[in-house]
């Protein structure tokens, strides 16, 4: 197959491409942005380019006018390379939608991990749900072309090559597909690559290319919290990670909880600003994956996404209002599989999206993601997963039921909304140290660079270390002793963790964020606790508690005992799983079995609400004390 | 539900319509045309209107920019109705392509039938595949509203009343229907009525109105014929047929068969051209047919189509250059379920279109559709059909087996490149007596006006009486005799059928209108015996033979025989059933059964190619003569 070299202007960017990818495919893997709205169907007309220079065949399309063909204007996605190529893209065709100006926070850099930082640790996976089914597939076919004794038709002919390797149910294709596909068949000598999604039970002919392509396929999985989104990048073809970013949700300019979004969503233009906020860091941590690992954004064909059932509804742009009104009913919680375009996503413009289906208003596809991957559904015992994060979640069960409920946490066991915080990546303090003399904090941060922050799992140290250092007391106040460590600052006393002589400027912790602190790890205790009462358990007897959260590597399971984050139990018992959302949407787009079982999952779970248990406030009232107002329920703590 | 008025300009049409419906919608039933290539999905941008005065509600959409939310622009698809409102609709916003002028053959005037002149005869019909169950059903819903013991999410909650109702397999929806669900449902006090459609064996759920709109649910059974195009309006809830309309497919002016189409589809924009000069005629007298029965076009939720592979090729925008190079292979055989608007026709934008499934490049759903609905697939005696048009089929076969050629007849007995010729609709001479004295013509009209023309069976009546009353001879020669009625024209010997002081001009059969008739009856006749020969048969031994086509009301078996159009059987085996391939399409339309049946059929019929036959053009040949070269095969013939 012939190679063309296709020049970009204004961008003045090239790439080299096989004949007969589109002008779209190719300023795709240039990285030229150029809009598309209906995933090159050729039915929105918006990625119209004219072709300075060179050779290229197209699809007739009413969208062009006889003035715009001769002014060769062309539209960049059902027109295919036959020569080197010169293309203007006008300004109309350029993704016209920015972020409006404000939305990023200046307190929230982009600062991004190398991607082994932050894998997700292994959690124990079933061999059954991980049999090798991706979301979306790549087939080579050699397909031997009609003979007077053979006159199957073109559709027909590539059908059966696809059927002859694996019959795939419910075969079916789009018009535009189908519109190109005798020129493309006869032009690439019958040698092609399909890529078949799983789309809503049947299976979707996504995408044909000439020549074998079936080497490059990569899928993302993708889980948007309320704070902080992450994004994987995965080999559909080894399974393996190759990467993975995260960055915080621009959203937050907007409020940092989901019920300040859903109010932003219903002023004029919010439910957009919203949705364009959360696509485009993603966009942007994805564009940075995969030129990170020189991967051309046409190989990446579908995406899994996990989140809460706002951040679902903000992401496809459907107005979640209803979420928070009486009685608390989502509009979806399982959305089809739509192109990933559609939600504005940009990966191959005809690459589909799959989200993970929810439970309920405030349980969602990241509750179910994580007990998926961390297999507490198949527990013969009682266990529960604890997703801490800004809208906390836990579920409770074994493989008989699953109960869960949401305990609204904040950000700050994210690193936001607290004076030195980020996020758990290069250059967060991730551990901590406090000499009782000297007060001085040993620490160590992700990277081993110089620290620019401390992230969750630095604060559940920081706070442990600051009551056995006497720092702190127990209700959360800073002694003010006879130490440079301690001052006063502009409300109230503060600790400095890194003086800015060591850090460039001082990481410090204040009495307000230790109160932002406590209110989070108070919510998630209380909340577990009043979920293990109202089945009439006890936590001594549970055999596994799961902690999920993008804290960082690890956790140190003593010390969050220490604070009262988590209840007193035999350490063996508590497994620390990191993001689990992001594990079960990477098995989901990995494999079927695990698509099926979320479902399955995500029926089972019974949604309890809080807020209508009377205990609840009670029982968070008296959390927020460290460990506990209630020592009895800390013995080793106490014994410590 | 209120109701409000809404205004368009420049066109100043006003409609009363529902609150809820969509600008959109609203202006179909107006009968106003906006631009909208999409479907309604919110995704192509094309239906930007300006709401001048009134109250809307919209979803946000990336393709409005803030500077024409400002200027009160909308996206009709996604706009709302929520008072009086009055909308301007831009330049730009129009349906801005026009058919080529000249397109329009002026020969071919629009003259239409009154609905029952071309009801198709009938045909026995099984009750099996004749269940009802048409490709859009509508289900009027009172859906119970979520509280706080049933918080299923809201579109659960739509499908689990529409299980309910029936269990539709595989139930599936776009992101369109699911961002308006909430606020619809809520508006609608949850009284909804949805239209669900089978689309690639799931069911889609098309659309969702507020209220009980159920009672009115339309589609349209299509017939594309090379010369001829007709559209049947059926009601989807009686199964009646409200309205049938023909005319001429303005595609003949590049051309009369579908070799100089496919030809004409190779040119630059030649493809786009085809395209739009059907999709133009049928979009006519689609309107006329639902304005003549006051339908709401937004209430067309669906569309079946019948016709020979190359014109389903040009309808689908697809090239059909493959038709007509070795080894003959079309690019798709069975087309997948569209939107109807995918393909630019107009009924409810997001309406589904559905194609029957045709066998190879000459043989096509609509020879399938004639199966279908004559019941030739289940007969236990071999039998025949005949479909006479300007791309003949014969089908021959039974219960066991169905083998298939094509005849390329010529439009001649559609009335179409004959001197007097028209199709059958009101004045034209359907049936024709000659006084074998004064040569003068007794004839009758269909509508029994005045004459215009000359259709099909007028023809076939018309050289039977010549041939009778002497005029002329076996080979198709006029008898210069003694007679005003026999003239010397242009072109040779001429005879006058009705003079023009009767009918405002001559009405004339020509010498080489003879000859095209006659060219065309001997296609028909030598594809007919070659393929019976093919399977050493013999006609005498066929049990039945269908004819179908274009003719009109009856069609004169005895003449047609006299001619040697078909063959010399006992009478009683011969049965006109009209337009069978519109019949078989209107049965699909309505059930489902009759749906796979045709997918069995079209599996089933073996094509036969004639062209490599050598039998063929000798048969050919000696068919070239009245009745035939071969007295022997018309007995009946030589006895009269």
């Known amino acids: 197959m012939k190679k063309f070299k296709v020049t970009f202007y204004p961008d003045k960017k090239s790439v080299e491409v096989d004949e007969e990818k589109t002008i779209l495919s190719a300023a795709i893997s240039a990285g030229v942005h150029i809009d598309s709205v209906c995933g090159g169907d050729g039915v929105c007309g918006r990625c119209k380019v004219i072709v300075r220079r060179g050779e290229v065949s197209t699809q007739p399309s009413g969208l062009i006018t006889n003035e715009e063909r001769k002014k060769n204007i062309y539209l960049a996605c059902i027109t295919t390379i036959h020569g080197d190529l010169e293309i203007e893209i006008p300004a109309s065709s350029r993704a016209h939608f920015e972020v409006p100006s404000g939305v990023l926070n200046k307190g929230l850099e982009e600062v991004y991990a190398p991607s082994e930082e932050i894998e997700p640790l292994s959690v124990a996976v079933d061999e059954e749900i991980f049999s090798h089914s991706p ?31 694996k019959n795939f149910p419910l075969l ?297 250092s006497g720092v702190m007391d127990k209700s959360g106040k800073i002694n003010a002793g006879n130490s440079s460590r301690i001052r006063k600052g502009a409300s109230g006393l503060e600790f400095i963790v890194v003086p800015k002589e060591e850090a460039g400027e001082d990481i410090l912790i204040t009495e307000a964020d230790i109160d932002n602190l406590k209110r989070a790890k108070a919510a998630i205790y209380s909340a577990t606790s009043v979920l293990v009462k109202y089945i009439n358990f006890d936590f001594l007897r549970v055999s596994k508690i799961f902690i999920a959260g993008g804290f960082g590597n690890f956790l140190n399971l003593e010390n969050a005992i220490f604070i009262g984050l988590l209840p007193d139990i035999e350490r063996e018992k ?42 609840y406030m009670e029982e968070y009232m008296a959390a927020l004390f460290f460990p506990h107002t209630d020592f009895k329920l800390f013995p080793s703590v106490k014994a410590g």
Chains 1, 2 share one sequence.
């Open 135 to 165: 979301l979306a597939t790549k087939l080579y076919l050699e397909i031997p072309p009609p003979e007077l004794d053979d006159k199957v038709s073109d559709l027909d002919r590539l059908y059966r090559a696809i059927k002859s390797k």
């Open 574 to 615: 508590l497994i620390f799983v990191g993001n689990s959302s992001l594990a079960g949407g990477r098995l989901m787009l990995l494999s079927s079995a695990a698509m099926k079982r979320a479902r399955e999952i995500a029926r089972k779970i019974t949604y309890f609400e809080l807020s209508v248990e009377p205990r």
């Open 172 to 468: 079916q294709t789009g018009l535009t597909n189908i519109r190109g596909l005798s020129e493309l068949l006869r032009r690439s000598n019958w040698k092609v690559t399909v890529t078949l999604g799983k789309r809503n039970d049947a299976t979707e002919l996504v995408l044909i290319e000439p020549q074998d392509t079936s080497a490059k396929n990569f899928g993302l999985a993708i889980d948007i919290g309320t704070t902080t989104v992450s994004v994987q990048l995965v080999d559909l073809i080894s399974d393996r990670i190759i990467g993975t970013r995260l960055t915080y949700n621009k959203q937050a300019s907007f409020g940092s909880d989901v019920i300040s979004r859903i109010i932003h969503a219903q002023k004029d233009n919010g439910l957009e600003e919203l949705h364009l906020a959360v696509t485009e860091c993603l966009n942007q941590i994805i564009e940075e994956l995969i030129s990170e690992h020189n991967i051309d954004l046409n190989d990446v064909t579908c995406v899994l996404c996990a989140g809460n059932t706002t951040m679902i509804h903000l992401l496809l742009r459907i107005d979640p209002s209803y979420i928070r009104r009486q009685p608390y009913v989502p509009t979806a919680n399982l959305p089809p599989t739509i192109r990933a375009s559609e939600a504005g996503i940009r990966i191959n413009p005809r690459g589909l999206l799959s989200c993970v289906p929810g439970v309920a208003s405030y349980v969602g596809g990241d509750a179910v993601a994580g007990v998926l991957s961390c297999g507490l559904y198949k527990e013969e015992d009682l266990g529960i997963l604890i997703d801490i994060g800004t809208n906390g979640e836990i579920v409770l069960g074994n493989k008989e039921f699953l109960v869960a409920c949401a305990a609204s946490a904040g950000p700050a066991f994210e690193g936001s909304g607290v004076s030195s915080g980020m996020r758990a990546t290069s250059g967060a303090i991730q551990s901590v140290k406090i000499d009782p003399k000297t007060l001085r904090a040993s620490f160590n941060t992700i990277g081993n660079v110089k620290p620019s922050g401390i992230c969750g799992s630095g604060y559940i140290d920081l706070l442990a270390e600051m009551l056995r």
